[in-house]
C-alpha cells in the first residue's frame, strides 16, 4: 500500500543552503566574520582583505564579508557558502549614530551575488530599535521568497550593557560584578528571543556565562560572535563552553583574524565546535599546528 507522505514532493532550498553551511556530522558551523569594515573601516587584521582571508578559507564553513569585501577580495571561484552583511549606513566616526541602521543590500544582489544567506544587526533597547528589527522583517521576508538563510544579530558596540559585557570590564576599567552578568544574561535572552520571534533564522550573539538560559529560551538556533580579541586560551574557553552550553557554531572574526597565528586558530576553533574537543585538548592543537 502507497503512502503519499512516502514521496518527496517538495525541495527546501533554504534547508539545502543550511546543509552548505552546517557540517552534517557536527551540525555546527565554523563562519568567518570579515565584515567589521562596514563600521570601522580598516580594523586591525583587515587591512589586506585579500591576503587575511585566503589562508583562511578552507578552513570555514561560511565566510560573512561585506559586499565591498567579496567583490574586491574573494575569488569568484571559491567555493565557500557567503552570507552577507545586509544593514550598515552607520561608521565609528559617529559612535553615537552606531545604532541606527539601514539595509544596504538587496536580497537581488544577495542572489546576483550568489549568497546563502545573510546579516542584520538589530539594536534592541536603543532609539534605532524598531528600524533595525524592521530592517531584519522586511529583508527575511523577501529573502525567503528565494530561501536565503536570515542571520539577526544582536549587535554591539552601541547598548552601554553589551559594551562593558563583550568588553569585559565596567566603564571604570573594573571587573564585571555578578549584577553586570545577570544583567547580561537578562539582555541577551531578551533580545535572542525578540530576533527569533521576529524571523530571523539564525542569531548571532555573544557567549556570556548562563548561556544555558539564553539558548534555553531562544527559537532560533544561536552561533556565537567572538568579540574583543581575547588570549587564546580564553577564545577557546568560551567557544567550548558556547557549544557546550548549545550555540550551533561561531560566526568568529576578531578572535580568529588578530590571533598571533589565524591558520592554527581556526583550526582549533573547528576541533571544538566539530570534534567536541576542550578548550585545553584545542590549545594543545593549536600550538602544534603553530609549529607546521
Ligand atoms: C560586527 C559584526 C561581526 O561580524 C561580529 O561581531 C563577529 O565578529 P567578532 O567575532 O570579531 O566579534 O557583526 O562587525
Given at each position: 500500500m502507497k503512502n503519499v507522505f512516502d514521496y518527496q514532493i517538495e525541495f527546501s532550498g533554504l534547508q539545502n543552503r543550511m546543509a552548505q553551511m552546517f557540517d552534517p556530522k557536527s551540525g555546527h558551523t565554523v563562519m568567518l566574520a570579515v565584515d567589521h569594515g562596514y563600521f570601522q573601516g580598516a580594523p586591525a587584521g583587515l587591512i589586506n582583505l585579500r591576503k587575511t582571508i585566503e589562508p583562511l578559507l578552507q578552513y570555514c564553513d561560511a565566510i560573512s564579508p561585506t559586499i565591498g569585501g567579496l567583490k574586491t577580495s574573494i575569488d569568484s571561484r571559491m567555493r565557500t557558502p557567503i552570507i552577507l552583511r545586509a544593514t550598515g549606513g552607520n561608521s565609528m566616526r559617529k559612535p553615537e549614530e552606531l545604532d541606527d541602521e539601514i539595509i544596504t543590500v538587496s536580497v537581488e544582489e544577495m542572489v546576483k551575488l550568489n549568497a546563502v544567506g545573510f546579516t542584520v544587526s538589530c539594536y534592541i533597547g536603543l532609539d534605532s530599535q524598531t528600524q533595525t528589527i524592521q530592517n531584519l522583517t522586511s529583508l527575511t521576508e523577501e529573502a525567503h521568497r528565494f530561501g536565503l538563510v536570515s542571520i539577526g544579530i544582536t549587535a554591539v558596540g552601541a547598548d552601554p550593557i553589551l559594551t562593558k559585557f563583550v568588553k569585559g570590564e565596567r566603564e571604570d576599567g573594573g571587573e564585571l560584578t555578578q549584577e553586570d552578568k545577570k544583567e547580561a544574561i537578562k539582555y541577551l535572552k531578551h533580545a535572542c528571543r525578540v530576533l527569533s520571534e521576529n524571523g530571523a533564522?539564525?542569531?548571532?550573539?555573544?557567549?556570556?556565562?548562563?548561556?544555558?538560559?539564553?539558548?534555553?529560551?531562544?527559537?532560533?538556533?544561536?552561533?556565537?560572535?567572538?568579540?574583543?580579541?581575547?588570549?587564546?586560551?580564553?577564545?577557546?574557553e568560551f567557544t567550548y563552553n558556547a557549544i557546550k552550553a548549545g550555540a550551533v557554531g561561531v560566526d568568529m572574526g576578531r578572535n580568529i583574524f588578530q590571533n598571533e597565528n589565524p591558520v592554527a586558530m581556526i583550526r582549533a576553533v573547528r576541533a571544538v565546535v566539530h570534534e567536541n574537543k576542550t578548550a585545553e585538548e584545542a590549545l594543545h592543537l593549536y600550538e602544534k599546528y603553530t609549529k607546521e
Open positions: 533564522d539564525i542569531i548571532k550573539t555573544y557567549y556570556c556565562e548562563g548561556f544555558e538560559e539564553v539558548v534555553e529560551s531562544c527559537l532560533s538556533p544561536i552561533v556565537i560572535a567572538g568579540g574583543t580579541k581575547r588570549p587564546t586560551k580564553e577564545a577557546l
